[in-house]
């Protein structure tokens, strides 16, 4: 962070030509509170180029290089050397960066687990069974390369895994022994675990597989996978009808020791805290907050959206929105280590803390969202700036600076206004922009210069302490900036509305031009202000955070221990947590997207006919089996079930035994997923990561003599670069699978060969390597294959219909939102959140985020009707994300207006009318929209336009503005709400745009062919 007054560092700025007579504003300094005239910038300038490394260009600088361009043959050996220091140093720096010192913490957490397999001590404390190996997979599974936090989650889905796979095999050994005894009819018995327990018990891990989502849930997935199928089809307990606990112990033993090994280098190597990289964030973001902040200011007050469109802003824009995802990551992952410390009051505050810089992010939105209004209005033929203001005369020039100056009183400026010209003139919109930027340009770069040198400043010091940077004069400097503002925005407004040249008879369109920069200017100035105010809550959250680290009045409690007491303590925990921590899943938007929803057939015959009533009911009542997760859930049991049958059967179970059939149906259920194109992708993934693992086993089992060192070594370096695959490149499955593959087939040949296992399979005791790597290979390459018929044949759920099924479901919903006609719930006097409450905005941000999945799943689908066009879904899902982040911006402007003034009151009714016709033509086209992509048809060229509409409103605003406001309203804040109305209503209607020339590529437009009669 850089605190500097400029905000600019020491990096070089172009000249601007400035006027003498700029109108001047004040400026609150932050640290002092005091009240200047000084000159601030808010960072580098629109079009500042980055400077030439090689310094200043001259008109003497050659083109291509000058003569050391090409470099002459005597210097090879020198630029060789020079190529080897830059490979051996960046070498050094990636081992010393946290990527690679995580992937050394994997592998020496592999290296040991792989004792438990050539340590004899520690592989006899296992016993004689086979699966010693398993140790070293629980450690490549639950990698140490994660927070302490994320340890402590890994340690507990472990055990849950654990109890879940122990209670499955308890109770078919109970069912069998049962039915054995005391019915004296084994067959009954094996066809229920085989129904009940086998198919039931992994349908439902498939089930919560895909309904969770989470990382750590679908490893302990897989691990509940291993330990049920072990037990169930391998063991032989369960076959024979027999009790017995030797491979549940066996197993509770290998997860105890894999979690240890890995939970211990976890902590002790290089140990890596969530609560400190929660901090790294949070200081991260608060930078890039403040870049972002000043980078949409300046390019809204000079008019121009090159410098958003430049390579600088957009790295700030994506450092910003990785480092929000990545502080909702460490939240979550903090919070196991705070239950642990006990201080849960902390995480309280850091709760809330994360809860506001996501209320900061929005209003930054609502800035952008402005800026991006006033750009379109501008480029606009005809619309905007004069080629003086453009050339920097007037907008640029008297925006560059503020003058330092001392103290006085504000008089006039002697700049020239377009308003106060020529009464004769025709202003355009932009000039009309132009005088909104004249007067509000200064106050609003006063006040953006407050916040950023606040930010630049906040939240923590640089690391290890990270102590808190938060000055007691930082609030009250920032509430005297804020009623600075506010003052000064109701002085220039006021003088902007005053005018003759505002009041003028013009036409429609281009009064709605006039009131459409007054919304732009009006939202942006309401945003910032918005976001200053926020500021201030989030100064006094961190207070109490301060207070509570440094002085922790209530001590540590461990609330979470006192079960009796969970009502008081746990609840509130959970309900101050802003984000990732209570996971609310759409579900009726999932099952809305199923053709056989209720929602999609109900009429009211079904309803209300006594012949339909009793059908209708049962059919209501079975809805949940018709919902895609249930479908799939019992898809994937029951083909678990049919894979598992040859393990019960006398004739066919050495067969299953000797070819692994274990893991085929391990592999069977890390292949089955929601989608085809996802079994497709991981299907490929399995079988690739196990062709490598297998080729590596033998590899190193050849090289290594059956030596236990050799095979060590060799594990290590196999270790190191898988865990390279999944740490750094983010490839977790195919790393895991090809370690797992490398496990089953050299670790399990050397437990063999020094006579540690109890059966006989894989031809005695003498190893043959190429052998046991086959049977795993046709294994594993059986249980995929069959993975993929169960998700293409068995109640299919194609990835590209389903997208367009659930675009289609989304889009009506949001049709329905309009239809509820949003600023006349709040007219009517209802609720807040008559309109939409916040548990039905996130449901409908979770069902996009999903269907994000959706689409990168149906690129891996083929069709014989061509590949699938995933630029322009990409594209049609990031126009439906901003109009939900356009409707929350709306949203949330109707929330914070508790209680309606007189003004705004007066507004609204006098625009009952327009608004109710804008609000029925967006629903209409949402329902167009919905149709045509719902049943592949193209759009007609004859679709109605919400621009009219939205002129017509903005016509109407205007006129009120000019007839009727002396009499009614109190102040020019009592447009803020109808401004974000307009506002938002101008992106959708861009948004619709972009989304029907979508549509139009991939369904075409409409020709005979299309309106054949057969």
Not at 159 to 185: C, D, K, P, Q, R
Not at 268 to 292: K, M, W
Request: contains cysteine; aromatic residues 8%.
């Amino acid at each position: 962070m850089n605190p500097s007054a400029n905000g600019g560092g020491n990096k070089a700025r172009v000249p601007r030509p400035v006027r003498s007579n700029i109108r001047q504003a004040s400026v609150i300094i932050p640290k002092t509170g005091q009240r200047l005239r000084r000159t601030v910038t808010l960072g580098i300038s629109p079009g500042l180029t980055t400077p030439n490394a090689n310094g200043p260009a001259s008109e003497n600088s050659p083109l291509l290089g000058g003569p050391n361009a090409r470099p002459k043959p005597s210097d090879a050996p020198r630029r060789l050397l020079r190529a080897a220091q830059r490979i051996c140093h960046n070498g050094f720096d990636f081992a010393r960066s946290r990527t690679g010192k995580g992937i050394l913490k994997c592998s020496i957490a592999y290296l040991l687990g792989s004792l438990a397999t050539f340590v004899p001590a520690i592989a006899a404390m296992l016993g004689q069974q086979d699966g010693k190996h398993i140790v070293a997979t629980i450690t490549v599974y639950f990698h140490p390369a994660r927070s302490q936090g994320s340890m402590f989650e890994a340690v507990v889905v472990a055990m849950v895994a654990f109890a879940y796979s122990a209670f499955i095999g308890f109770a078919s050994m109970g069912t069998t022994i049962f039915f054995n005894e005391i019915v004296n009819f084994v067959v009954i018995g094996h066809v229920i675990v085989l129904i009940v327990f086998c198919g039931g018990g992994l349908g439902l891990v498939g089930w919560i597989k895909q309904r969770m989502e989470h990382a750590l849930v679908n490893i302990s997935c897989s691990l509940a996978s291993l330990a049920i199928i072990t037990l169930l089809t391998k063991e032989g307990a369960v076959q024979a009808a027999r009790f017995s606990d030797d491979k549940v112990v066996q197993v509770l033993k290998m997860i105890v020791m894999g979690v240890i090994a890995s939970t211990a280098v976890s902590f002790l190597i290089f140990p890596v805290s969530a609560r400190t990289d929660l901090r790294e964030n949070l200081i991260s973001f608060t930078d890039s907050l403040s870049e972002v902040l000043a980078s949409t200011t300046g390019c809204f007050l000079v008019g121009d959206e090159e410098e958003m469109k430049s390579p600088r802003y957009r790295t700030a824009m994506d450092k910003y929105k990785s480092r929000l995802a990545d502080i909702e990551k460490n939240l979550v992952e903090a919070r196991y280590e705070h239950y642990f410390a006990g201080t849960e009051g902390e995480f309280r505050l850091e709760a809330k803390l994360v809860d506001c810089m996501q209320r900061l992010a929005q209003n930054i939105g609502g800035l952008r969202s402005a800026a991006t209004t006033q750009f379109l209005i501008l480029a606009q033929p005809g619309l905007g700036l004069s080629t003086e203001r453009r050339s920097g005369k007037v907008a640029v020039a008297s925006l560059e600076v503020i003058d330092e100056r001392p103290e006085i009183y504000e008089g006039e400026s002697n700049s020239k206004s377009p308003l106060k010209g020529s009464t004769n003139s025709v202003l355009t919109p932009g000039e009309v922009f132009a005088e909104f930027v004249e007067q509000l340009g200064p106050s609003i770069k006063s006040l953006a210069f407050t916040l950023r040198e606040i930010l630049d400043d906040l939240p923590f010091g640089p690391s290890p302490d990270y102590q808190f940077m938060i000055d007691t004069q930082y609030r009250s400097s920032l509430e005297a900036a804020v009623e600075l503002y506010s003052e000064s925005r109701k002085v220039a407004l006021s003088k902007i509305y005053n005018t003759n040249q505002l009041n003028k008879e013009r036409s429609v369109d281009v009064e709605a031009d006039f009131e459409e920069v007054a919304a732009s200017c009006g939202v942006f100035s309401y945003a910032l202000q918005d976001f200053a105010t926020e500021m201030i809550t989030y100064l006094d959250i961190l207070d109490d955070l301060k207070l509570e680290i440094e002085e922790r009045p209530n001590g540590r409690t461990w609330s979470w221990l006192k079960v009796w007491r969970r009502n008081q303590d746990i609840r509130p925990l959970e309900d101050t947590s802003s984000i990732n921590t209570i996971d609310q899943e759409a579900n009726h938007l999932g099952a809305a997207s199923d053709p056989g929803h209720p929602a999609s057939h109900t009429t009211a015959s079904e309803t209300h006919g006594p012949q339909m009533t009793h059908r209708y009911r049962l059919w209501k009542a079975l809805a949940v089996l018709r919902r895609d997760d249930t479908k799939f859930a019992i898809k994937v049991g029951a083909g678990a079930a049919l894979y598992a049958l040859p393990s019960f059967l006398s004739a066919t179970r050495p067969f299953y035994q000797r070819f692994r059939g274990e893991w085929g149906l391990l592999s069977y259920m890390l292949v089955c997923s929601m989608t085809i194109g996802a079994s497709n992708t991981t299907g490929y993934a399995r079988f690739l990561g196990t062709c490598i693992g297998a080729g590596c086993a033998i590899v190193a089992w050849e090289l290594s003599g059956e030596n236990p060192f050799a095979l060590a070594a060799f594990g290590w370096f196999m270790s190191v670069w898988t865990a390279y695959i999944i740490v750094a490149q983010g490839k977790g499955p195919m790393g895991r699978f090809i370690m797992l593959t490398y496990n089953l087939s050299a670790l399990y040949a050397y437990s063999r060969s020094v006579k540690d296992l109890d059966d006989d399979d894989d031809d005695g005791i003498s190893p043959i390597i190429t052998e046991i790597t086959f049977h795993r290979t046709a294994a594993v390459l059986s249980g995929c294959v069959w993975g993929l018929i169960i998700t293409r044949f068995i109640w299919p759920i194609k990835a590209r219909q389903k997208l367009k099924d659930g675009l289609s479901v989304l889009w009506l919903r949001m049709g329905l939102l309009w239809k509820r006609r949003p600023m006349e719930s709040r007219l009517q006097g209802k609720t807040s959140n008559a309109y939409m409450d916040l548990e039905e905005e996130l449901q409908l941000h979770k069902f996009l985020a999903q269907l994000e999945k959706v689409r990168k799943s149906a690129a891996s689908e083929v069709s014989l009707r061509g590949p699938f066009l995933d630029a322009s879904y990409n594209r049609l899902l990031g126009s439906t994300g901003g109009m939900l982040d356009a409707l929350h911006a709306m949203n949330a402007m109707i929330l914070k207006e508790t209680r309606l003034s007189p003004g705004v009151v007066a507004i609204l009714k006098s625009t009952t009318s327009e608004r109710a016709q804008l609000s029925l033509r967006i629903t209409h086209l949402f329902q167009v929209m919905a149709s045509s992509i719902k049943l592949e048809y193209p759009l007609n060229d004859a679709l109605p336009s919400i621009d009219h509409t939205r002129d017509r409103l903005l016509a109407k605003v205007f006129s009120f503005r000019k007839e009727e406001k002396s009499a009614v309203i109190g102040s020019d804040e009592d447009f803020a709400l109808l401004y974000s109305y307009a506002l938002v209503t101008g992106q959708i209607s861009k948004a619709m745009k972009d989304i029907a020339r979508e549509l139009e590529i991939l369904f075409g437009v409409l020709d005979e062919d299309l309106l054949k009669l057969h």
